[in-house]
C-alpha cells in the first residue's frame, strides 16, 4: 500500500482536508489512478503505474510526485 500513502500523501500536500478514499482493483497490469471528485463531477488528475510510487524507485516516485502535485494545483486554481 506504499503507492496509496505516496499518492495520499501528495493530495493532502495540496488539499490538506481532502477527504482520500482506496479503491483498490487487483488486475494486471497494476494502476494508480487519482480522481478528484468537485461537488458532482470527476476530473482523472493523474495516472500512471504503480511502481512509479514505490519507495525503491525513488527518481520515478519523486517526478511522480511532482506530476500529482502540479496537477492538483492546476485543479485548485480553475476552481477557486
Not at 46 to 75: C, D, H, T, V
Request: hydrophobic content about 40%.
Amino acid at each position: 500500500m506504499q503507492e496509496f500513502e505516496t499518492a495520499k500523501s501528495s493530495i493532502l500536500a495540496v488539499f490538506p482536508d481532502a477527504n482520500v478514499l482506496s479503491n483498490r482493483i487487483d488486475s494486471y497490469p497494476i494502476k494508480v489512478i487519482i480522481t478528484a471528485q468537485v461537488g458532482s463531477t470527476r476530473i482523472d488528475v493523474w495516472s500512471g503505474r504503480q511502481q512509479s510510487l514505490f519507495r525503491k524507485n525513488a527518481s520515478q516516485r519523486k517526478k511522480s510526485i511532482a506530476e500529482i502535485k502540479e496537477r492538483l494545483e492546476e485543479l485548485k486554481e480553475d476552481f477557486e
